[in-house]
């Protein structure tokens, strides 16, 4: 049974760091590209962050830039975002994403961040 759970959301005050974290489960991990992405209030999910199946090549949105950073721990089938100078414009609900190329992709649950006073 394929799982993708996140953890580590929550709220943080403008300018605060949080780390999630995805455990990933059921299939090969280590062949996947992974990624987050998040849903703001009454938008459209975007990507924000994609790492390559060994982990040197990694990309952000525009937004994010300078700011996040993705990684991803293949012995342990863990992938990780790091916010950092978070702003409200960060605030949503964050889910990773699992990249199948030519075979399924899949999602987990998501978890909320908030980023606010």
């Known amino acids: 049974q394929v799982q993708l759970v996140e953890s580590g959301g929550g709220v943080v005050q403008p300018g605060g760091s949080l780390r999630l974290s995805c455990a990933a489960s059921?299939?090969?991990?280590?062949?996947?590209?992974m990624s987050w992405y998040r849903q703001a209030p009454g938008k459209e999910r975007e990507m924000v962050a994609l790492?390559?199946?060994?982990?040197?090549?990694?990309n952000y949105a525009n937004s994010v830039k300078g700011r996040f950073t993705i990684s991803r721990d293949n012995a342990k089938n863990m992938v990780y975002l790091w916010m950092n100078s978070s702003n409200a414009e960060d605030t949503g609900v964050y889910y990773c994403?699992?990249?199948?190329?030519?075979?399924?992709?899949?999602w987990g649950q998501g978890t909320q961040v908030t980023v606010s006073l």
């Open positions: 994403k699992g990249l199948g190329g030519l075979l399924e992709d899949y």
């Open positions: 059921g299939f090969a991990f280590s062949t996947y590209q």
């Open positions: 790492i390559s199946t060994t982990g040197d090549i990694a």
